[in-house]
C-alpha cells in the first residue's frame, strides 16, 4: 500500500514537473515564433496587423462601397441608414448592427467601406526583408497608405563575416589552452599545481568589466587595439578561466589504469594528451565549444572596446544595436535581421547537440 501511494505521488510530481516546463516552453517559444514570423512579412502588414494573424481568424472583409453625395458636409456627422456618426467613429470603423461595419474608404474621395465579418489568414510572406537586411542596395517598401518610401539595405553580410572571423578563433584557442591545462591539472604533478588551480577558480569570480579599462589601455601601447588579434586574446584570456575548470572536471573522471597502461608502454604525455584525452574529451569539447562561441558571437561589450564601431569591423550585436537606434520603426528589418544573427548558434548547438549532455554530466561521477 505505501508503496503504490509512494508511486502514485512520483508520478503525480512528474506530471507537475513536465507541465511547469512545458509552460516555460510555451513562454519561451511564443514571442520567438511571433519573430520568425514577422520576419516574412511586408513592412506594411507589420505595420497594420499583428503577427498573429498569419492565422485563421475573424476580421472584417469588405462588402460594398459607398458614394456619399457630393454636397455633404463633411465637417458635420455623416448620415447613415437614419443614424449619424463622428468623423472619428469612421476613421476607426463602427459597427452598426451585428453583422456590418462602416469606416472611412477615402475621406476625400467621399468613400465609405461597408464590411461584414470573415475568417481571414494573412498569409503575404516575403524574402525581400532578409534581402534588405543582407545587401546594401536602395529599394522601396509600399506604407499602408498607398505611398512608396525608398530606404537603404543594411548591409548586415560584412558585420556577419566579421562575426564569424572572431568567433571561430576566439573559440578554438580557449578551448585548445584549457584542455591542456586541464590535463596538467588532473594528471601530472608538478610544484605549485593546487596553488595554480586555486587561482584559476578564483578568476571565475572576477566581472571582466573590471578588466576593460586597464587592458585597453595596455592594446593602445601595443598597438592591438581595433585588431582582430587583439580581441582574439581578450576573448581567450575572458574565456580561460571557466574552459579550464569544465575541462578539469572531466578528465579528471577519466580512468586513472588507461593513463598508467599509456605511461608503461612508453607514451610520452604529448601522445597521451593526442591519442587519448582528445577523442575521450569530444563530448566536454562539443558542450564548452557551444557556451563559447555562444559567448563570444552574442557578444557586445568586449568587441565595442576592444574593436570599436567602425563599420567595417562591426560585429552584428553592434550592428543591430545601432539598427534599433536608427530603424527602431523598422520592425521588418529588425526581426530579419534577429534571424539572421541567430542562425550560425543555432547550427552549432544543433551540430553538436547529441554531445551535450553527455558533456555536462561527463565530471559528475568519477570513473
Given at each position: 500500500?505505501?508503496?503504490?501511494?509512494?508511486?502514485?505521488?512520483?508520478?503525480k510530481?512528474?506530471?507537475?514537473?513536465?507541465?511547469?516546463?512545458?509552460?516555460?516552453?510555451?513562454?519561451?517559444?511564443?514571442?520567438?515564433?511571433?519573430?520568425?514570423?514577422?520576419s516574412?512579412?511586408?513592412?506594411?502588414?507589420?505595420?497594420?496587423?499583428?503577427?498573429?494573424?498569419?492565422?485563421?481568424?475573424?476580421?472584417?472583409?469588405?462588402?460594398?462601397?459607398i458614394?456619399?453625395?457630393?454636397?455633404?458636409?463633411?465637417?458635420?456627422?455623416?448620415?447613415?441608414?437614419?443614424?449619424?456618426?463622428?468623423?472619428?467613429?469612421?476613421?476607426?470603423?463602427?459597427?452598426?448592427?451585428?453583422?456590418?461595419?462602416?469606416?472611412?474608404?477615402?475621406?476625400?474621395?467621399?468613400?465609405?467601406?461597408?464590411?461584414?465579418?470573415?475568417i481571414?489568414?494573412?498569409?503575404?510572406?516575403?524574402?525581400?526583408?532578409?534581402?534588405?537586411?543582407?545587401?546594401?542596395?536602395?529599394?522601396?517598401?509600399?506604407?499602408?497608405?498607398?505611398?512608396?518610401?525608398?530606404?537603404?539595405?543594411?548591409?548586415?553580410?560584412?558585420?556577419?563575416?566579421?562575426?564569424?572571423?572572431?568567433?571561430?578563433?576566439?573559440?578554438?584557442?580557449?578551448i585548445?589552452?584549457?584542455?591542456?591545462?586541464?590535463?596538467?591539472?588532473?594528471?601530472?604533478?608538478?610544484?605549485?599545481?593546487?596553488?595554480?588551480?586555486?587561482?584559476?577558480?578564483?578568476?571565475?569570480?572576477?566581472?571582466?568589466?573590471?578588466?576593460?579599462?586597464?587592458?585597453?589601455?595596455?592594446?593602445?601601447?601595443?598597438?592591438?587595439?581595433?585588431?582582430?588579434?587583439?580581441?582574439?586574446?581578450?576573448?581567450?584570456?575572458?574565456?580561460?578561466?571557466?574552459?579550464?575548470?569544465?575541462?578539469?572536471?572531466?578528465?579528471?573522471?577519466l580512468?586513472?589504469?588507461?593513463?598508467?597502461?599509456?605511461?608503461?608502454?612508453?607514451?610520452?604525455?604529448?601522445?597521451?594528451?593526442t591519442?587519448?584525452?582528445?577523442?575521450?574529451?569530444?563530448?566536454?569539447?562539443?558542450?564548452?565549444?557551444?557556451?563559447?562561441?555562444?559567448?563570444?558571437?552574442?557578444?557586445?561589450?568586449?568587441?565595442?572596446?576592444?574593436?570599436?564601431?567602425?563599420?567595417?569591423?562591426?560585429?552584428?550585436?553592434?550592428?543591430?544595436?545601432?539598427?534599433?537606434?536608427?530603424?527602431?520603426?523598422?520592425?521588418?528589418?529588425?526581426?530579419s535581421?534577429?534571424?539572421?544573427?541567430m542562425?550560425?548558434?543555432?547550427?552549432?548547438?544543433?551540430?553538436?547537440?547529441?554531445?551535450?549532455?553527455?558533456?555536462?554530466?561527463?565530471?559528475?561521477?568519477?570513473?
Amino acid at each position: 500500500m505505501a508503496r503504490a501511494r509512494a508511486k502514485r505521488a512520483k508520478s503525480k510530481g512528474r506530471w507537475i514537473v513536465n507541465l511547469v516546463l512545458g509552460f516555460i516552453c510555451v513562454l519561451w517559444l511564443i514571442p520567438t515564433l511571433g519573430l520568425l514570423v514577422s520576419s516574412f512579412r511586408p513592412a506594411a502588414d507589420i505595420l497594420q496587423s499583428g503577427w498573429w494573424t498569419v492565422f485563421p481568424h475573424k476580421d472584417w472583409s469588405k462588402a460594398e462601397t459607398i458614394q456619399l453625395p457630393k454636397d455633404l458636409d463633411l465637417t458635420q456627422p455623416i448620415p447613415f441608414e437614419g443614424k449619424t456618426y463622428t468623423n472619428e467613429q469612421l476613421t476607426e470603423g463602427v459597427t452598426v448592427d451585428e453583422g456590418r461595419r462602416i469606416m472611412w474608404e477615402n475621406r476625400r474621395a467621399r468613400t465609405l467601406n461597408v464590411l461584414k465579418p470573415s475568417i481571414k489568414m494573412n498569409t503575404n510572406f516575403t524574402l525581400d526583408n532578409y534581402g534588405n537586411v543582407l545587401g546594401g542596395k536602395t529599394y522601396e517598401i509600399k506604407l499602408p497608405d498607398g505611398s512608396t518610401k525608398t530606404e537603404k539595405g543594411t548591409n548586415l553580410s560584412r558585420s556577419f563575416l566579421n562575426t564569424l572571423t572572431v568567433s571561430v578563433p576566439a573559440t578554438i584557442i580557449p578551448i585548445l589552452i584549457a584542455t591542456f591545462a586541464a590535463y596538467a591539472f588532473a594528471w601530472l604533478r608538478f610544484p605549485g599545481r593546487r596553488p595554480l588551480f586555486v587561482i584559476v577558480i578564483m578568476m571565475l569570480v572576477v566581472p571582466l568589466q573590471v578588466a576593460l579599462i586597464p587592458i585597453l589601455k595596455d592594446y593602445t601601447a601595443l598597438g592591438l587595439n581595433g585588431s582582430y588579434l587583439g580581441i582574439w586574446i581578450a576573448h581567450t584570456a575572458f574565456g580561460l578561466p571557466l574552459t579550464t575548470y569544465f575541462m578539469y572536471t572531466y578528465i579528471a573522471g577519466l580512468p586513472k589504469d588507461l593513463f598508467e597502461s599509456a605511461f608503461m608502454d612508453g607514451a610520452s604525455n604529448f601522445t597521451i594528451f593526442t591519442r587519448l584525452i582528445l577523442p575521450l574529451s569530444v563530448p566536454a569539447l562539443a558542450s564548452i565549444s557551444i557556451f563559447q562561441f555562444l559567448w563570444v558571437w552574442n557578444d557586445y561589450l568586449v568587441s565595442l572596446v576592444f574593436i570599436g564601431s567602425q563599420p567595417d569591423v562591426q560585429v552584428l550585436s553592434m550592428r543591430i544595436a545601432d539598427m534599433v537606434g536608427s530603424r527602431g520603426n523598422d520592425w521588418h528589418l529588425l526581426t530579419s535581421a534577429a534571424f539572421v544573427s541567430m542562425l550560425m548558434p543555432l547550427a552549432v548547438f544543433f551540430g553538436l547537440q547529441k554531445f551535450f549532455v553527455r558533456g555536462l554530466l561527463g565530471g559528475s561521477v568519477k570513473g
